[in-house]
Nanobody
Framework: QVQLVESGGGLVQAGGSLRLSCAASGRTFSTYIMGWFRQAPGKEREFVAEITWNGSQTSYRDSVKGRFTISRNNVKNTLYLQMDKLEPEDTAVYYC????????????WGQGTQVTVSS
């Protein structure tokens, strides 16, 4: 079982930066693929970024490429999302998620952290 807790959200002006963190419990953190998702008001939850168990591969949705960076520290059991050049369109609740490497769907989710970008 994996427990996830996000932090680091807040209010920032367009062009600014935020660093989200996701603290994970359990000894199996390093064996999980980790991801970030977000959900804006009136919109469906969407994929933001993903990172493999050893951090060797990452993927991003097109709209955040070059601006967001996903990373993980398996020693600290922590997932990060560095967000630079933030835009009002990035405003959403951001969720940390985890899944075993062999599965397709994310099984574990955090409670979310609000990110608001003002114009």
């Amino acid at each position: 079982q994996v427990q996830l807790v996000e932090s680091g959200g807040g209010l920032v002006q367009a062009g600014g930066s935020l660093r989200l963190s996701c603290a994970a419990s359990g000894r199996t953190f390093s064996t999980y693929i980790m991801g970030w998702f977000r959900q804006a008001p009136g919109k469906e939850r969407e994929f933001v970024a993903e990172i493999t168990w050893n951090g060797s591969q990452t993927s991003y949705r097109d709209s955040v490429k070059g601006r967001f960076t996903i990373s993980r520290n398996n020693v600290k059991n922590t997932l990060y999302l560095q967000m630079d050049k933030l835009e009002p369109e990035d405003t959403a609740v951001y969720y940390c998620a985890a899944r075993p490497t062999v599965t397709r769907n994310y099984n574990y989710w955090g409670q979310g952290t609000q990110v608001t970008v003002s114009s």
